[in-house]
């Protein structure tokens, strides 16, 4: 991975606002989107936070109309282009670190989630202990459709959404507004944009890492959002009945015979994009995000760093340097999968990606060592 050049340090900005430390995501051509740089310096942000006590929360936003739109995947797929595979699993094994830190970390994070939240964002946000949607958040997790899976820990946190609404939104890539998030827990408060620097300056003067009185200072800005009347939530019947199916195939069956039954756009919009989506990241993500129902956040990301590393390796398929042509470079959004159907993605071909790397020097992820004084919301993730 290429060292940083100067203007790289411009991409975080760091305030310290009496009690409060204040992470900025400043790359706005790229709507926030994480470099190597961005997560190799989150990192040790949070872990310097955590070690000085004068720091009680760490706050975290996104310059612009988005808090961050992911990871940079086209700088990952460049890198891995140019010869080294391994270039790009530094990329991810650093950005896991991050999610796993985030996780089970000792102090509130809060996170502003005014804007676009997807993928890495979803990962730099979610798995802290606040997140504040407003009416301008939009959250996806796309990677189905670039031939990779919903990773930085979504087989943890979707999992634990209600019924299978993780299932629907990680096979789709469907995106949620604020309300929605809200809603099915991916949000723990909502807040209108007009309120977001009075609720800053609030936290600013925070006076104890205990989340209750964080909590207290969030909630008095706070409303409960209306959903829409087309909102995806209301199909929660059908989201479960469907994506609580064993395999990709019976699912769009089941939706199949939803759509015969009733005159619902989203049903057969739904179908549509599945079939879309890379046959083998349907097939990987759906058996990786029911293990990850009974896994800690920790053992969740070491799975899927394996099977990051096997995508990056190229060697069972090549969809994600496909999709990503497709999608980010060539535009063209008609990739060209392969195995191009589900029924050409075995059980076999599945179970590689889960298996250990027969790779000199390659080893699983290493999570970064935590102490044993985290809070009790921390603890009951590992």
């Known amino acids: 991975m290429a060292f940083p050049a100067k203007f790289d340090h411009d991409q975080i900005l760091v305030e310290q606002k009496l009690s409060a430390t204040i992470v900025i995501f400043n790359r706005l051509k790229q709507l926030n989107a994480l470099s190597f740089y961005m997560v190799s310096r989150l ?174 200072r969030i909630d008095k800005f706070s409303q409960k959002p209306v959903l829409k009347e087309n909102s995806v939530y209301h199909r929660m019947d059908v989201v479960n009945k469907c994506f609580s199916r064993k395999s990709i195939e019976e699912i769009i069956s089941s939706l199949e015979k939803e759509a015969q039954s009733k005159a619902d756009s989203w049903i057969s919009a739904t179908i549509q994009t599945l079939k879309k989506a890379s046959p083998t990241s349907l097939k990987v993500f759906l058996r990786l995000i029911r ?30 340097f496909e999709g990503c042509r497709a999608i980010l470079i060539d535009k063209d959004k008609n990739p060209k999968w392969e195995p191009s159907t589900l029924e050409l993605v075995t059980d076999t071909d599945v179970d590689r990606y889960f298996s250990k790397l027969d790779d000199e020097g390659w080893n699983d992820l290493e999570l970064p060592k935590r102490n044993n004084n985290l809070p009790k919301y921390a603890i009951a993730k590992l």
Request: proline share 3%; charged share 20%.
């Open 43 to 216: 990192l040790e942000i949070f872990q310097e936070d955590e070690a000085n006590p004068n720091v009680k929360l760490v706050v975290v936003k996104g310059n612009g109309r988005s808090f961050c739109a992911g990871g940079d995947v086209a700088a990952v797929v460049r890198d891995v282009k140019g010869g080294d595979w391994r270039l790009g699993a530094k990329f991810f094994e650093t950005e896991y670190k991050l999610n796993y830190l985030m996780a089970t970390y000792s102090k509130p994070q809060v996170s502003i989630l005014n804007g676009i939240v997807m993928g890495g964002g979803a990962g730099a946000s979610v798995h802290g202990r606040f997140r504040v949607a407003t009416e301008n958040s939009v959250f996806a997790m796309p990677e189905t459709a670039l031939g990779l899976f919903p990773d930085v820990g979504a087989s943890y946190f979707l999992s634990r959404l209600p019924g299978f609404f993780g299932e629907y939104v990680g096979l789709t890539g469907a995106r949620l507004d604020g309300a929605e998030m809200l809603a099915c827990g991916l949000a723990t408060h909502f807040v209108p944009s007009s309120e977001l620097s009075l609720l800053e300056e609030s936290l600013w003067k925070v006076e104890s890492i205990d989340p209750i009185a964080v909590s207290a």
């Open 291 to 320: 293990e990850g129902r009974l896994l800690g956040v920790g053992q969740c990301l070491v799975l899927e760093y394996r099977i990051v590393c096997h995508i990056l390796q190229g060697h069972h398929s090549k969809d994600f």
